[in-house]
């Protein structure tokens, strides 16, 4: 178990960017793939990124690709959603999760969630 801390939301117009931080405790983070999620009003909780265990590899769905960065520092027990050129449409609960490494990063079982983040871009 790892206990999984979101912080690094808020406002923002867009065009702009934030970057969102999530603090690992409780387990060796270095141990586990790492991913970003979110959650529209009325929508389901979606994949965005998600990044191995050794930082080496990362993975992205479409909407994001070339705007969203995710990195992670094992030094600090932390991993990074870094945005930019956000929209409107990316306002959500951002929310990072912790699985054990699998063969590929779209295989990863998430069951470790952070508490999320609340990210509104305004036009």
């Known amino acids: 178990q790892v206990q999984l801390v979101e912080s690094g939301g808020g406002l923002v117009q867009a065009g702009g960017s934030l970057r969102l931080s999530c603090a690992a405790s409780?387990?060796?983070?270095?141990?586990?793939?790492m991913g970003w999620f979110r959650q529209a009003p009325g929508k389901e909780r979606d994949f965005i990124a998600a990044?191995?265990?050794?930082?080496?590899?990362?993975y992205y769905t479409d909407s994001v690709k070339g705007r969203f960065t995710i990195s992670r520092d094992n030094g600090k027990n932390t991993v990074y959603l870094q945005m930019r050129s956000l929209k409107v449409e990316d306002t959500a609960i951002y929310y990072c999760?912790?699985?054990?490494?699998?063969?590929?990063?779209?295989?990863?079982?998430?069951?470790?969630w952070g508490q999320g983040t609340q990210v509104t871009v305004s036009s």
């Open positions: 999760a912790a699985g054990s490494p699998a063969i590929t990063l779209t295989r990863v079982k998430y069951d470790n």
């Open positions: 990044i191995n265990w050794r930082g080496t590899s990362t």
């Open positions: 409780g387990r060796t983070f270095s141990s586990y793939d």
